[in-house]
């Protein structure tokens, strides 16, 4: 019996499905693993929060020993703000659109605010934004190290740090983001080995614009292994303390350290060797492909072949369990699967305790 | 200038972005035609609420003519209740997990509510649901019509409705989904061919059985033109509502009727021939792929070629529009947009007036 299937036995009668449940132990042991590999490089542990949009899970990473938070976009920002978070890095290129420049104003003067910029216009809107208040706003130049998303040449890193200065704002540092690693362990190492060669470039880039960088961030959960050393004083993973399908086939988690699961309940078997459950792409959002699959139970080899909104299609061997017996099943991608739900069911291995903890960041995007 | 540049000029510095903006006039077109549609061709209309969430536009619908609402599970049936909607039908195959039970006795208590019932084993769990009150519960016997998802078999319908009458409940008719249309005209006819031979031999079945199918429900957005007719009694279209680029390729909506757009601003544009969008797939799902792309640019040639959570990569001819730039974009599958914001942004054709609407039923997928 897989340990999920122990954990839905104790919750039994007592959820609804389809539900995002996470065994806090699991949890736990995420957290205080990643704080123990930071703490153990000697780079501060900021973790992004896009992952659980949780305040109650936040809390928990800076009990752990992070340093604060990253964020995706302003919303997010506020909501952790709202809930006594004092430092907070928006790792986004940030654009003061619409009410953003009243509301970055505002989160810059109750908190420490860090915003990423790659663009000399943004530095201009940003200190337009920020009124006569400007060194309250502290920026982090994104480079490219090799993802070709957003980010500027690491070479010119300095110029746009002195200009941010130039206009008032108070640059930090300097972050990047190794998206282009891919799958295999190797291409991830050398997408390592990118980020701190282009990392160092924009420190010395930096450096030479006559300013002392002080951040220098990195990382993300494939990558975090591969993310310490050399220049780096601090990493971003978010997905670490839920873990999924995707990070165990990359090795960035073991099996047994995956911390979620969605409860999902058979509805349907009339098709031979196949049983719909209750989670579609509503639940789980169309994340993977026909080759993979988008999901499977745990500990079993039975895989989610399709999805439609509220269907998904298990393939099994021999005749479908029955309708209404619920399973476990893991996400290839744990982060949409959190923004679906208005809250996660907490529970323990044996699910005998129930807590529920809004996803209090959801649903604000901008 | 796309009518939808023009929408986003009237809104200009007043919304944050990303965001969905919903053309009120253009939604209520949508209604109006669907409406019309239904009462030129004597069904009934009972619209899909998956696609809004949204107890305003719900109310749109029920004003210009439609019976009632359908939902695709308890949970969204429980907010409209609450909203004042009186006669709910959650097409979907309800298996009563978890606190279920007790939450669709008291829907059924309040309003006229009908579920979905495809297996012998629920029709057993939904009568012992009900407790006291079984005759309640109106249970709609869902038929497969070639989509090989759920639904029984189609000769099988008046089996499955006299058990349900046995145990108490409400049999009242039939429904299918005829989703194994593809995209082209020809297969889209023929699934809703499949969908009328698959509804007749239902009702056969029910009167052989003795019970008389007042209900027998149909259809979809993609096929809603062909699926009147014959035994059809409803319609439950849900897409027609916005519109979106998968629907307007089906030839299910004109360009010129779609009615939602996601207000996104360029925030970097460091790669040659692309600019980054915020939206990723927080604000628009995985819904698409490397062919088609992601989403498009309203009026133009721009697709997203790719997506990561908060960025869009927007493949663009020549320069790159500056970063601050605000752009309409159009996305592949409305329903996702929808589900992933707290609330849509309803303007006129010239974004002089906003309203905030919230996603009311979002979330709630148990």
């Known amino acids: 019996m897989h340990r999920f299937q122990r954990t839905l036995a104790g919750l039994d009668g ?23 590999f930071a703490d153990a490089h000697g780079v501060a542990l900021r973790p992004h929060v896009k992952t659980h949009k949780s305040v109650e899970i936040g809390r928990r990473q800076l009990a752990a020993g992070a340093v604060g938070i990253t964020a995706g976009n302003v919303g997010e920002a506020e909501v952790f703000a709202a809930a006594g978070f004092t430092d907070v890095f928006i790792a986004y290129p940030v654009w003061p659109s619409g009410t953003k420049a009243a509301r970055l104003r505002s989160l810059a003067r109750r908190i420490r605010l860090r915003v990423g910029v790659d663009d000399p216009a943004a530095v201009a809107a940003l200190a337009d934004a920020m009124g006569d208040e400007p060194e309250r706003l502290e920026v982090v130049v994104e480079i490219d190290c090799g993802g070709r998303r957003s980010g500027t040449s690491p070479d010119l890193a300095g110029e746009l740090a002195r200009e941010a200065r130039a206009r008032g704002l108070l640059p930090v540092g300097v972050f990047t983001y190794p998206g282009h690693g891919g799958s295999a362990v190797e291409a991830r190492e050398r997408a390592a080995r990118d980020q701190h060669d282009a990392l160092e470039t924009a420190v010395r880039s930096l450096e030479a614009a006559g300013l002392a960088p002080h951040v220098v961030s990195a990382g993300s959960t494939p990558t975090a292994a591969y993310s310490t050393g050399g220049v780096v004083t601090e990493i971003r993973p978010g997905e670490y ?35 719909i459950l209750d989670v579609g792409t509503k639940a789980l ?7 993979k699959g988008y999901g499977a139970v745990a500990g079993g080899d039975a895989v989610l072949t399709r999805l439609n909104e509220y269907h998904g299609f298990l393939a099994v061997e021999g005749e479908a369990p029955a309708v209404g017996t619920v399973l476990p099943l893991v996400p290839n991608h744990v982060c949409p699967v959190v923004a679906s739900f208005e809250e996660l069911v907490a529970t323990d291995a044996d699910g005998s305790t129930i807590e529920r903890w809004p996803v209090d960041a959801r649903g604000r995007l901008s």
């Open 285 to 291: 959002g169309r994340e993977g492909n026909p080759q």
């Open 14 to 36: 007592r959820i609804d499905t389809p539900a995002p449940v996470v065994v806090v132990d699991a949890l736990q042991r995420n957290i205080d693993r990643m704080q123990g």
């Open 241 to 275: 303390v839920f873990g999924d399908l995707d990070n165990t086939r990359l090795g960035a988690c073991a099996e047994e350290d995956v911390a979620l699961f969605v409860a999902s309940t058979v509805v349907s078997r009339q098709v031979p060797r196949q049983a």
